[in-house]
């Protein structure tokens, strides 16, 4: 008897939830459809305060800023922007409250944030079943690998920087390496991907040592790095005072061999944190930390440009990669919606994903022609581009990787993406739509067209194909196969 | 060979004694409260931090350092006289809990006063590193050596021979003997706190031109700190000080000749094991005691 009612019950509540939400359907398509001033909403969950306010703090400040200046200009689409923001810390319980929240209660039309990966994983399931694009600011790969259909992110990942790490030593005759990494996420990631990686790009990883959270001095294990035999190469993964820390251990060490961090290390607090001893460290980070020495015609000047200008106005700090990829996420959601024209989540969901030599980035992968990352050096003061990487998810070649889902894709599979280039001029000219060369033209290193052919559909690999075409680099000069 | 255990060994003994500094405090608040202040690591941050900006504002360094560690000094006398007096008679684990609701706030107060970024101090003296039979050590590491040095020989000083000094070691043995006896154990505590915040200052600022410094950078300190104080025998000012260095050399000693993926790891199993075999630290008696 009991166990019948129960079932009923069940059943009745099935129904019931059911009816609900039929009903929530049409009335949310009717607001839609009917109220065209009504504001879209964006909602947004950050590390704001906490360890990683770092990441969090320029990112809602570089949201707010341009929340407002869309608004000002009359908004997307007729519509204003309207964020909604919470502050998620470092907390993974958090973020999951949080995006309840943001798609149950403030129902918005769709999410940028997540600083960081471990938040973003947490709530991926949510967004998913809850249909919202999600657009995150963290690091790691497997938030888009395997591809979710609702997930995508702007930064480039650790993947892409230790694999352009690797061309660069490889370059310079560089192939055995100390690996050396933190205990955070993202250095355990970028250790990880440096030890994946190494066989396929030639390199032996001579040395493997590792610090804890919070540590204060590595000189112990660069000792040890230095005396391994046959190491020729330093490669630091890791973010905040430790790369400024192994800085002044290498220096203290009197090590000479090359010593490269990753975008980890990619700010100014990096250098004057390691008051001189970053001098000569190669590290791949975006064309925005150096902007003020790019040429007018680089196609990234103007809008990093313009970012640094208003946010450092604006805030009276500095900029960092981190606002950039909100800066980005952003505005991705921006075209897409007025592409879209409307805020209809499936819709805006499929303009994201078809996002393409997106015109306005400035720190992350989907920029028009791709050159995001450059190589940077620490020399005196300041970061100084000395050598740069060119596209690792370039221009048109990414949208038929696999339909609808080029984008996100492109950018955490290096490998195919990448054609290494190193050349020592600080500045490239101008390039639309194909990557170039600073002198002569560089064939091998146009997008292939309809290149999405070569890549299997389901594992995202790619397939053996008429391949290497795009493998050749040079060197200030013609290129040269390699 | 001995170059690389040299060097190993300069890396833990100064590693070792700014654990040790921050170790004292636990011990000198433990030792007239029975609390341990997990507000600690944070002292360490406020002395950095503060020295930086200072600086920044235009201060001389010898200034800044010294208004650093009044101002970590005022916020210990003002933890004591308005988060932990009030509870004073509440039980020790409440008073515990407190002193960790002061490290978030005073962790979450520097974030929104100063900032959240890291920052880093210019050595005392130059930064040429020294050479002693092939390893190196930087001017800096021998400052911190120093300090801790004359800063343990001070408070040597203090608790065998001055009236207060005295009076903080008979309180510690014995609050309500020391009490009849005409000693204002209030006022010894606030001097136990201050001086703990001062300490943990000192420590933060010499620390400061080796291992940076930002908002968080008391956290894992003070957990080291207490981890010396600990294997030291809490309550034992010159325990701490041995337990610093037990730790900190242990710690570089595993880097550099087992694996750095230990190195956290023997530290705390050092720690498990003094306290298995001898329950009140290296050199603690019952009750935890002072020298």
């Known amino acids: ?482 | 060979m001995l170059a690389e255990f040299l060097q190993f060994l300069f890396s833990g003994v100064t590693v070792g004694a700014i654990y040790a500094l921050v170790g004292l405090g636990f011990s000198i608040i433990f030792n007239s409260s029975r609390v341990i202040n997990f507000a600690q690591g944070e002292f360490v941050m406020i002395g950095g931090m503060a020295t930086v900006f200072l600086m920044g504002g235009g201060l001389p360094m010898p200034l800044a350092i010294l208004l650093a560690i009044v101002i970590a000094t005022a916020v210990g006398i003002a933890l004591e006289r308005f988060a932990v007096e009030p509870a004073r008679g509440a039980s020790v684990v409440t008073l515990i809990i407190i002193t960790i609701g002061a490290s978030i706030f005073l962790r979450g107060a520097a974030q929104v006063i100063w900032d959240r970024n890291f920052h880093s101090m210019p050595p005392f003296t130059g930064d040429r590193p020294i050479e002693i039979a092939g390893a190196t050590i930087l001017p800096q590491g021998l400052w911190v050596l120093g300090c801790t040095l004359l800063i343990v020989v001070g408070l040597r000083v203090f608790f065998r021979h001055s009236l207060t000094g005295k009076a903080m070691l008979a309180a510690s043995y014995n609050p309500l003997a020391a009490q009849l006896a005409g000693i204002d154990t209030r006022r010894l505590l606030l001097i136990s706190f201050a001086l703990a915040s001062g300490l943990g200052a000192t420590a933060g600022i010499l620390i400061a031109p080796i291992a940076l410094t930002y908002a968080n950078v008391g956290v894992m300190l003070g957990l080291k700190g207490f981890s010396a104080a600990i294997v030291g025998g809490l309550g034992n000012p010159m325990g701490a000080i041995a337990g610093g260095l037990v730790v900190g050399i242990a710690e570089a000693m595993t880097a550099g000749y087992l694996s750095s993926a230990y190195k956290d790891a023997v530290a705390f199993v050092i720690i498990l094991a003094v306290l298995f075999f001898l329950p009140n630290g290296l050199f603690g008696r019952p009750g935890g005691e002072a020298p």
């Open chain 1, 1 to 482: 008897m009991i166990k019948r009612s129960i079932r009923v019950l069940r059943k009745t509540a099935t129904v019931a939830a059911a009816v609900a939400a039929v009903v929530v359907g049409a009335v949310g398509f009717g607001l839609g459809g009917v109220q065209a001033a009504e504001p879209i909403k964006i909602g947004t969950f950050l590390a704001v305060t906490g360890p990683a306010s770092f990441l969090g703090d320029p990112e809602l400040k570089t949201l707010e800023m341009y929340v407002e200046q869309v608004n000002a200009a009359g908004g997307v689409l007729g519509r204003p922007l309207e964020l909604v923001s919470y502050d998620a810390q470092h907390d993974a319980k958090k973020a999951v409250t949080f995006v309840k929240r943001l798609v149950e209660q403030d129902k918005v039309d769709l999410i940028v944030g997540g600083s960081t990966t471990g938040t973003t994983m947490a709530v991926i399931k949510l967004v998913e079943e809850a249909g919202v694009p999600f657009i995150s600011l963290a690091g790691a790969g497997v938030i888009v690998d395997p591809v979710k259909k609702w997930v995508f992110k702007t930064p480039h990942t650790d993947r892409v920087a230790v694999d352009k790490i690797f061309q660069d030593m490889k370059a310079r005759g560089l192939t055995k390496v100390g690996l050396f990494a933190g205990s955070g996420g993202f250095d355990k990631s970028c250790h990880k991907n440096a030890l994946e990686l190494a066989p396929g790009k030639g390199m032996t990883i001579v040395a493997d040592e590792s610090h804890g959270k919070g540590d204060t001095d590595m000189t112990a294990q660069l000792t040890k790095i230095k005396n391994a035999p046959g190491v020729q190469t330093l490669l630091y993964c890791g973010f905040g005072a430790p790369t400024s820390i192994v800085a002044k251990n290498y220096k203290q060490l009197g090590m000479t061999i090359p010593h490269y961090q990753t975008h980890g290390s990619a700010s100014m607090k990096f250098i004057q944190g390691a008051d001189g001893a970053a001098e000569g460290v190669r590290l791949p980070a975006a064309a925005l930390l150096v902007v003020d020495q790019l040429a007018d015609s680089h196609p990234q000047k103007q809008v990093a440009g313009a970012y640094k200008t208003a946010y450092e106005s604006r805030y009276n700090d500095s900029i960092s990669t981190f606002g950039g990829h909100a800066y980005d996420g952003l505005f991705i959601a921006v075209e897409a919606i007025k592409r879209a024209g409307s805020a209809d989540k499936e819709k805006v969901r499929a303009e994201i994903e078809k996002t393409n030599n997106f015109g306005e980035a400035i720190g992350s992968c989907s920029s028009r022609d791709g050159r995001l990352f450059r190589g940077l050096a620490a020399q005196g003061n300041r970061l100084k581009p000395t050598f740069c990487f060119l596209p690792h998810c370039g221009g048109g070649s990414r949208r038929g990787v696999r339909p609808g889902s080029g984008f996100r894709v492109a950018m955490d599979r290096p490998e195919r993406g990448a054609r290494g280039l190193v050349h020592p001029h600080p500045n490239l000219p101008p390039s639309r739509g194909k990557a170039s060369c600073p002198s002569g033209d560089c064939p091998g290193l146009r997008p292939r067209p309809g290149g999405g052919a070569a890549v299997d559909p389901v594992t995202l690999r790619r397939l053996p194909l008429p391949r290497r075409r795009g493998n050749k680099f040079c060197r200030g000069g013609p290129c040269r196969a390699r």
